[in-house]
């Protein structure tokens, strides 16, 4: 069995912080490389943020550099957090955690690439006003 599940989201105003999580399972084995995407009305989707939790080691889009923290969760090794600080009404979007076993193990990473993903969450909405 396998899941991404993505509880929560919200809105919150310009400024404001927020931070949503992704909790994996698999039965096939461990998921070692997590990122999370958003897509906005009209745009295509994007990646923001990956994790190879072998390392770990992160990546980021400029946009979130300094404002967005992807991380692991302490207590629960299957849990992803992406805490994200300072919003901007541009970060309104549908956010998505993707995941997979291998793609990141390799020379080099394409990690913003969503075929870079086997398994999706579904989308959580967050609403930031300005």
């Known amino acids: 069995q396998v899941q991404l599940l993505v509880p929560g989201g919200g809105s919150v105003e310009a400024g404001g912080n927020l931070t949503v999580s992704c909790k994996g399972h698999s039965d096939n084995g461990r998921l070692w490389c997590m990122g999370w995407f958003r897509q906005a009305p009209g745009k295509e989707r994007e990646g923001i943020a990956a994790i190879y939790l072998g390392g770990p080691t992160t990546h980021y889009v400029d946009s979130a550099k300094g404002r967005f923290t992807i991380s692991q969760d302490n207590a629960s090794k299957d849990t992803l957090h992406l805490k994200m600080s300072n919003l901007k009404p541009e970060d309104t979007a549908m956010y998505y955690c993707?995941?997979?076993?291998?793609?990141?193990?390799?020379?080099?990473?394409?990690?913003?690439?969503?075929?870079?993903?086997?398994?999706w969450s579904q989308g959580t909405q967050v609403t930031v006003s300005s």
């Open positions: 993707a995941a997979d076993y291998v793609s990141c193990r390799g020379v080099r990473w394409d990690w913003s690439g969503p075929n870079q993903y086997l398994l």
